[in-house]
């Protein structure tokens, strides 16, 4: 009987050490974006900058969740720049920027039909998932990219991103100058650019009109204001209810927050990255109602 | 593992109080620890884990030690000692390199099962490091001297061995990917020791590149791509696995720069073709790194300017080589690079190092003044992608040019 309760309690133990392991393991880039009722989100291998796509139903916990390796990644070096993407109608938009000696940062602006990635290729190593990533379609040259080092090739606080919305979109920052580019009729248009002390940065649409805002790392939210041709910081986004729990939540969004980009009913949450790591048995409808704060922009 | 035991002599009846009469001691050193003000945290270089606090055991442990120069060492050590009837107490001093002495301590005694054990109390060394110079003490020996008569009378005890480095100033924060790793202050301390200036260490750690053989710690040989599809490319994973992609290297010579404290800004140099020139409707996004041989050009008539062709299909790189299903350009053996005469040579880009307007190629250990010396200097080829699983060439090096993307290391 003690022999039997103590193989249950070390069963037991061994499960709950995985658990938390595997939770202690999740980091998420950037945002999880909803589509259809399914959740996508993507995790980056600190050793091969290769992503992991995990997806799932926004009814399911988090810890259900679907995972594939995907022919795309992020460097590890430098300035800690997320993988920027975005999921349109099934397809993953986005930027590889796998560090490797056979990868274009010119050829890096992606397009992929994630169905055609579900299934597995046990026999491909990871140097091989690296070589097929650079071979998948480009869907534009990176202008934005070759233009600011027209301008100033010394790369110093450096950070990018790229939403798809109308059209793929791309904000790009380098030694305090920004640049916002649109990709229409098969041409990259810099539609402005602004000097800001803007550092990492995500771009999300606005949800109530056209345009778009930018979420700093440290959560500050800015807008481009045509009209004084500068960015400038908003005040309170939140709802006074949510206003609330931000306060609550301070803390653990001062150690770093994840957008929630839900496209089925147009809204932006942001939630802070540990409450995902920790909430990964609910899911993920449970975790925006009971943790997100809606963005009202 | 050195286990030193000395027998010596002594006559020592004022403590024992008998008659003189001849004992056998046997005193070793059991265990060293460095430590005090600005001494570095050494990382292995396979997990970018500290070394533990002890740098030298009689079981055969040794681990390194660093400080800036200037600095002071302090050290304590574990003693045993055995002997039918000892003192309450005895004096222990100890003689390194350089003359940087540990002091004269006078330690009690503690009994222990058929032995006796004493510490050497934590004490800094009778004079700092040089300022200013960079040093590497393989070994610094520690000779311990053991007195019964607080003084008066010295007999030779133990030696312990250590590797000791001492860079220029305190070395620059460790950021990412930059550790303070043992084979990054082997190779920076031992190639520039007795440097006084930033220049002259700049100098004698570039002299580490310049054979293509490129060494840890141990003296296992780190391989520019010792497989053609490595995809190694931070320090950590060079310095873990041996075998690495350009970025590596790169990032090893600037961080044999940067542990010496030297800041250097603006160090780190991505180079790749410019796209202003689209051949045949496409950017040129390739290059071939000496040497290819060139055969017929299938291409001639679509592409005149791009004649030579090479085709694939899937994974193209394997570790042994470039695995075409038709090539007018088929790769030779190379010029060297680190540990392997025949490297990867077919690349989008590259990284070097820059320092004072010089650019320093640390996987071939060649230096260039212009960034237009690269292409006509190393390369064979220009490439473009014209179509899905296809590449096409050109030998006419004038048709671009390389771009620089600046960044520190």
Not at chain 1, 189 to 208: A, E, P, Q, Y
Not at chain 2, 18 to 23: I, L, R, Y
Not at chain 2, 185 to 192: D, F, H, I, V
Not at chain 2, 267 to 272: A, E, G, K, Q, R
Request: include cysteine; hydrophobic fraction near 40%; charged fraction near 20%.
């Amino acid at each position: 009987m003690n022999t039997r309760f103590y193989s249950l309690f070390c069963l037991v133990f061994s499960i709950v050490l995985l658990s938390q392991n595997t939770m202690a393991q999740l980091k998420i880039e950037r945002k999880i974006i909803i589509e259809n009722e399914q959740y996508y989100f993507f995790t980056i291998d600190e050793e091969t900058q290769l992503a992991t796509l995990h997806t799932g139903s926004v009814k399911d916990k988090i810890i259900n969740a679907r995972k594939f390796q995907m022919p795309i990644g992020r460097e590890l070096n430098n300035e800690f720049n997320p993988l920027c993407f975005d999921i349109n109608n099934g397809q993953f938009i986005g930027i590889n920027w796998i560090l490797n000696s056979m990868n274009s940062r010119y050829e890096a602006l992606k397009i992929i039909t994630l169905k055609d990635w579900l299934k597995p290729h046990p026999e491909w190593t990871n140097e091989d998932w690296a070589q097929v990533s650079f071979n998948q379609p480009t869907f534009a040259p990176n202008e934005p990219w070759e233009r600011m080092l027209d301008e100033n090739n010394v790369l110093e606080n450096c950070y990018f991103d790229m939403v798809k919305t109308e059209v793929p979109s791309m904000a790009i920052c380098n030694k305090g100058k920004l640049y916002y580019w649109e990709y229409r009729n098969d041409k990259w248009i810099n539609l402005w650019s602004v000097f800001t002390n803007v550092n990492s940065f995500s771009l999300v649409k606005r949800c109530n009109t056209s345009g778009f805002y930018f979420i700093g790392g440290n959560g500050d939210i800015m807008i481009y204001s045509e009209k004084d041709s500068m960015l400038l910081a908003l005040g309170n986004v939140f709802h006074p209810k949510e206003q609330l729990r931000k306060n609550i939540l301070a803390a653990d969004l001062a150690n770093g927050c994840l957008l929630i980009i839900d496209k089925d009913y147009n809204k932006t949450y942001t939630i802070a990255s540990q409450t995902i790591v920790a909430e990964q048995f609910n899911s993920l409808n449970k975790i925006i109602n009971e943790s997100a704060l809606k963005i009202n922009l | 593992m050195k286990y030193f035991t000395i027998l010596f002599i002594c006559v020592c009846s004022t403590f024992l109080g008998a008659d003189a009469q001849d004992f056998v001691y046997n005193f070793q050193a059991t265990e060293v620890k460095f430590l005090g003000v600005g001494i570095i945290a050494i990382k292995h270089d396979s997990s970018a884990l500290a070394y533990s606090t002890a740098h030298w055991r009689n079981t055969g442990l040794r681990e390194p030690a660093g400080w800036a120069s200037g600095s002071t060492m302090n050290a304590t050590a574990n003693f045993e000692f055995t002997c039918a009837k000892a003192p309450d107490s005895i004096s222990i001093r100890g003689f390194g390199n350089d003359t940087i002495n540990l002091p004269m301590r006078t330690v009690k005694l503690n009994a222990g099962a058929g032995k006796f054990t004493c510490v050497y109390p934590v004490s800094a060394a009778s004079k700092a490091f040089a300022a200013g110079v960079v040093n590497y003490y393989a070994p610094f020996n520690i000779f311990w001297e053991i007195s019964f008569d607080k003084g008066l009378t010295w007999y030779k005890a133990d030696t312990t061995d250590h590797k000791i480095y001492v860079t220029k100033s305190a070395p620059m924060a460790e950021t990412g990917n930059f550790k303070h790793f043992h084979t990054v202050l082997e190779l920076s301390c031992k190639n520039a020791k007795g440097q006084t200036t930033d220049t002259g260490i700049i100098s004698k750690c570039w002299s580490e590149f310049t054979d293509q053989v490129v060494l840890n710690h141990k003296g296992d040989s780190l391989f520019y791509y010792k497989t053609f599809n490595t995809s190694n490319t931070t320090l950590p994973l060079l310095l873990r696995n041996k075998n690495a992609q350009c970025y590596t290297f790169a990032q090893l010579f600037a961080a044999l720069i940067k542990i010496q404290g030297i800041n250097k800004p603006n160090n780190y140099v991505f180079i790749t073709p410019q796209t202003k020139t689209s051949p045949c409707g496409n950017n040129i996004n390739r290059f071939l790194v000496k040497n290819w041989k060139f055969g017929i050009k299938s291409d001639s008539v679509a592409c005149p300017s791009f004649p030579y062709r090479n085709t694939y299909s899937g994974s193209y790189i394997t570790a042994t080589g470039y695995v075409f299903i038709t090539a007018d350009a088929t790769d030779q053996t190379g010029i060297n690079g680190s540990c392997n005469n025949n490297p990867s040579s077919f690349f989008n880009n590259h990284q070097i190092c820059k320092f004072d307007g010089v650019y320093y190629d640390a996987c071939y250990g060649v230096k260039f003044n212009a960034l237009s010396d690269i292409k006509t200097t190393a390369f064979d080829a220009w490439g473009v992608q014209l179509a899905p699983n296809s590449y096409n060439f050109t030998t006419d090096m004038s048709q671009a040019d390389l771009r620089e993307t600046i960044t520190t290391y």
